[in-house]
């Protein structure tokens, strides 16, 4: 499994609403008749994935994720649900077994994944003819602000040795970019648009450790971790501002 970092699946449960809203309104874009079978692509610890199975009662929801920590706490939000399959597998290597999906939701994923073509490529092949991608992911200048404390902080001593020469796995696109992907990838009635989704998180030092700053930690020796993010989180501007910048995607799968 390669997927860019790893997470704390029980953290990230705990304190994602705002990341749920957002995906609410990605879901709220896919129309379900309440019996499809959806592929939810990076399901995260399940908290868009429980909203989406309320949405296809007589369908079922297939929900991947490449992070083993993320996918317990999916098992333990969710539980055994009949119409839930729960994967630990990696987008870039999908495999549902010949299934040919009905709708594929994504939401705060696609810019952890470095081979956007590869990757929809993927995605078109587990999807029937006609059916309809809706996602959502980090774009371009997406939390700008939050990169640039860390680059000032990554700097000084003691954390400067571990951050040399590193550049950071995110893949933040721009509209058009995106946009020609995936009509190289097969897709049609492509929509791509940059959105600005500031949040105040209510903790801002578990959501940098947990979300923002996952990849420089994981870097850090572990007695370094807190004082970094302690130490980037005292360099932002009250009240603590994550400036997401969205990119929201809508497209259908084309004929091939
Ligand atoms: C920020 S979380 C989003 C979770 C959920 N969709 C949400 O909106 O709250 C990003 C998720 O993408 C998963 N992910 C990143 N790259 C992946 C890959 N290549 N294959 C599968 N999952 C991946 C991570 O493991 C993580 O659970």
Redo the contacts with the bound molecule.
């Keep these: 499994m390669a ?2 970092r790893d ?1 704390d699946g029980g953290s990230y449960d705990r304190i ?1 609403a705002p ?2 809203a957002m ?1 609410l309104d990605v879901l709220d874009r896919l129309h379900l008749r309440g019996d499809e079978v959806v592929l939810d692509a ?3 610890s399940g ?2 994935t429980e909203a989406l199975l309320a949405r296809v009662p007589q369908g079922r929801v297939i929900a ?4 083993a920590s ?1 996918i317990a706490a999916a098992r333990e939000r969710l539980g055994a649900h009949a119409n839930l399959e729960l994967v630990h597998a ?3 290597h999908l495999d549902l077994g010949g299934v040919r999906c009905d709708a594929v939701l994504s ?3 696609f810019h ?2 470095p081979d956007h073509p590869g990757m929809l490529r993927h995605l078109r092949g587990a999807m029937r003819d006609g059916a309809q991608l809706a996602a959502q992911c980090g774009g371009f200048g997406n939390i700008d602000a939050v990169h640039h404390a860390a680059d000032v902080v990554a700097q000084r001593d003691p954390y400067a040795a571990s951050f040399a020469g590193w550049v950071g796995p995110w893949n933040f696109r721009r509209a058009d970019d995106m946009a020609h992907d995936l009509r190289a990838a097969g897709f049609d009635d492509v929509r791509c648009r940059l959105v600005p989704r500031p949040v105040v998180p209510d903790d801002p030092v578990e959501w940098f450790r947990t ?1 923002v700053l996952g990849s420089h930690i994981e870097r850090l020796p572990h007695d370094l971790r807190d004082p970094f993010v302690q130490a980037v989180v005292d360099l932002m501007p009250e009240p603590v501002t994550v400036d997401y910048v969205r990119l929201d995607i809508d497209a259908v799968a084309g004929p091939i």
């Excluded at 991947?64 to 992070?67: A, E, H, K, P, Y």
């Design positions: 997927i860019t997470w994602s990341m749920l995906g990076g399901c995260g908290r868009v991947v994720d490449g992070s993320m990696d987008l870039m939401t705060a994923t952890w994944v979300i």
